[in-house]
């Protein structure tokens, strides 16, 4: 019950929202048979736990499911920066499948889901449109033994469902102008407008993470 | 690879919007992912920008993919992954530096451009220069001032300019208000990962000829 709640509260005021509810809800039903405790643990956020059936049983009815949101928003995202419909779709799937078989690299105690698959269909972006290599900072992974703990996993989900809230709640405007700025062309130099990002504690969360991370890692 | 020392400048938020959002040209993100692998504080901004992406990308309008996309990119993932880029083992610079060296710094091409300050052009795309910097302890990098933007970033050793002290991982982000003189301290050579979107201007003429034949 608290779930359903959580997962209306998430999708906020949008005209798909009910149909996204009754979709989650099943797949909950799914996860719940699947994988009780995690169901426990994690409440909140199902991406996380569909990408964790990806990743460790090939799970292709949660790979269809996480296909069914997020690939539709990638073509978007992707048409906006600049492709022509047929390559969207084929940058589309390349994503996709980028994010099956990297499945086992996503911290979701340092990113939401549609944070990574973001930086994936940026990076695809920049690959096939504007045919340059993408240097990426060294990688930080937790070790074999290691795993972010299921609180650090909670609160940066948390932090995520909220920065996506204080964005839906920005002056038409302001909104335009970071759009402009993430699917725009904008220089950097033209970005220097740009104030008033709603980033609230998730860069401290992040800095926090990565001191955890980095412990572990010594 | 993450510096013992306190890294004190760091990239600006307008650099790090542009470098999570892709607009930046190839050599400034290959200061930038430089200077993250080097900087948690600049790492967690920039992880906080990707946010601000992914809350973007889900509150997208959506766009219908054709009807077997869904089977196509099955088939996709059947094929495997694509062949990573093998990794440099036990290089003496940050991963994605080390990527474009082709190893560490002892593998580095270096090419004299006078006053004993060495320089090597790494290829990237050219909308803008990314070039390592020797400079011997002492020794200066011309006066110059800038038509766009410059980012150093100190690998190895320090240098001071008219601003302030650059040590390992600080980086200096230079615009067209900034004419400057990088002198290396002494005691250690500074060694530097550089980026320009214009070329340098420099006062003397002599720099100026050189300039022409090294591409700086």
Known sequence: MGMNLDIVQETGASGRQLAYAAFNSNALDDQKANFPAVTQTIPKNIWVDHLKRIQTDQDQQAFAELFGYFAPRVKAFLMKSGASPGMAEDCTQEVMATLWHKAHLFDPSRASVSTWIFTIARNKNIDALRKQRRPEPEELTWGPEAEPEASDVLVMQQESDQLSQAMKALPGQQRELIEKAYFGDLSHGQIAAETGLPLGTIKSRLRLALTKLRQTMK | ?216
């Open chain 2, 1 to 216: 690879m993450n510096t013992m020392n306190k890294i004190t400048h760091h990239l600006s938020d307008q650099l790090l919007i542009g470098y999570s959002a892709g607009s930046l040209p190839e050599a400034f993100n290959l200061v930038v992912a430089t200077h993250l692998s080097m900087c948690d504080e600049c790492r967690a901004a920039a992880q906080s920008f990707d946010s601000i992406g992914g809350a973007l990308l889900q509150a997208q309008p959506t766009e219908n993919l054709g009807d077997a996309a869904l089977a196509k990119t099955m088939a996709l993932i059947a094929k495997g992954p694509k062949a990573a880029a093998s990794k440099p083992v036990g290089s003496d610079v940050p991963d994605p530096l080390s990527a474009y060296i082709g190893g560490g710094l002892n593998d580095v091409k270096w090419r004299p451009i006078g006053l004993g300050v060495r320089q090597a052009v790494l290829k990237t795309s050219h909308a803008a220069t990314a070039r390592l910097l020797y400079i011997p302890s002492g020794a200066a990098v011309p006066d110059h001032g800038h038509r766009g933007t410059e980012l150093t970033l100190v690998l190895q050793g320090a240098f001071r300019d008219e601003t302030a002290r650059f040590a390992a991982g600080d980086v200096e982000v230079a615009d067209e208000e900034l004419h400057h003189k990088p002198v290396a301290e002494i005691g250690h050579d500074c060694i530097c990962l550089a980026a320009t979107d214009a070329p340098l201007r420099f006062s003397a003429w002599i720099p100026r000829v050189a300039q022409s034949l090294f591409r700086l």
